[in-house]
């Protein structure tokens, strides 16, 4: 069982940053596949971005050059840096995690994911 925290979120203003940090629990975090997802009121969740088990990513069109997952195995940790914050980008985020056994790849849609963690609340002001 993986328990996943996520902390950073915030109010921020448009042009703005903010880091997202989602904490997970257990001694095998390097061999999984993590993901970062968000959901706005009224709106599907929907992919923002994921770094596979040996550090390779992969980020939505809507995010690609503003967004940067990182992950630090040492700390058993994931990490979304958001630069040039937008109205848009307003949403609950949440990190996922799923079993990859080193295998390299990315996942995503929710339904590939195993583990979730309860979700930061992001909020960017025009």
């Known amino acids: 069982q993986v328990q996943l925290v996520e902390s950073g979120g915030g109010l921020v203003q448009a042009g703005g940053s903010l880091r997202l940090s989602c904490a997970a629990s257990?001694?095998?975090?390097?061999?999984?596949?993590m993901g970062w997802f968000r959901q706005a009121p009224g709106k599907e969740r929907e992919f923002v971005a994921a770094?596979?088990?040996?550090?390779?990513?992969t980020y939505a069109d809507s995010v690609k050059g503003r967004f940067t997952i990182s992950r630090d195995n040492a700390k058993n940790t994931v990490y979304l840096q958001m630069n040039s914050l937008k109205p848009e980008d307003t949403a609950v985020y949440y990190c996922?995690?799923?079993?990859?056994?080193?295998?390299?790849?990315?996942?995503?849609?929710?339904?590939?994911?195993?583990?979730w963690g309860q979700g930061t609340q992001v909020t960017v002001s025009s």
């Open positions: 996922a995690a799923k079993p990859s056994f080193y295998s390299g790849r990315y996942y995503y849609t929710p339904s590939d994911y195993d583990y």
């Open positions: 257990g001694r095998t975090f390097s061999s999984y596949a």
């Open positions: 770094i596979s088990s040996v550090g390779g990513n």
